[in-house]
């Protein structure tokens, strides 16, 4: 089992930027695809990026291709996502998620662990 925490939510203007972080317990994160994800309510979760298990390699949604970085450090069991910036249309829950999928997996269903979500609230 993985258990997955995730902060650095919050509410900012927009041009902002905010870090959010994903702490991982109960298992090593090195062996998985790292995801992270957002949900606005009424709609569907959307892939926004992932990692590789190495960190080698990243994937991400066209809408925040070059805005949004994301990055992992195994030896502390953590997963960030960098989220420069910032548009109102980026306003959501934002949810870290781990599987054994490939990297160009967006499919949320194929994600084996997920957090409870971090709010992010980017105002105009």
């Known amino acids: 089992q993985v258990q997955l925490v995730e902060s650095g939510g919050g509410l900012v203007q927009a041009g902002g930027s905010l870090r959010l972080s994903c702490a991982a317990s109960?298992?090593?994160?090195?062996?998985?695809?790292m995801g992270w994800f957002r949900q606005v309510p009424g709609q569907a979760r959307e892939f926004v990026a992932s990692?590789?298990?190495?960190?080698?390699?990243?994937y991400y949604t066209d809408s925040v291709k070059g805005r949004f970085t994301i990055s992992r450090d195994n030896a502390k069991n953590m997963v960030y996502l960098q989220t420069n910036s910032l548009k109102p249309e980026d306003t959501a829950v934002y949810y870290c998620?781990?599987?054994?999928?490939?990297?160009?997996?967006?499919?949320?269903?194929?994600?084996?662990?997920w957090g409870q979500g971090t709010q992010v609230t980017v105002s105009s």
């Open positions: 998620a781990a599987g054994l999928v490939e990297l160009t997996n967006t499919g949320a269903y194929d994600y084996n662990y």
């Open positions: 109960g298992r090593t994160l090195s062996t998985y695809t």
């Open positions: 990692i590789s298990w190495s960190g080698r390699r990243t």
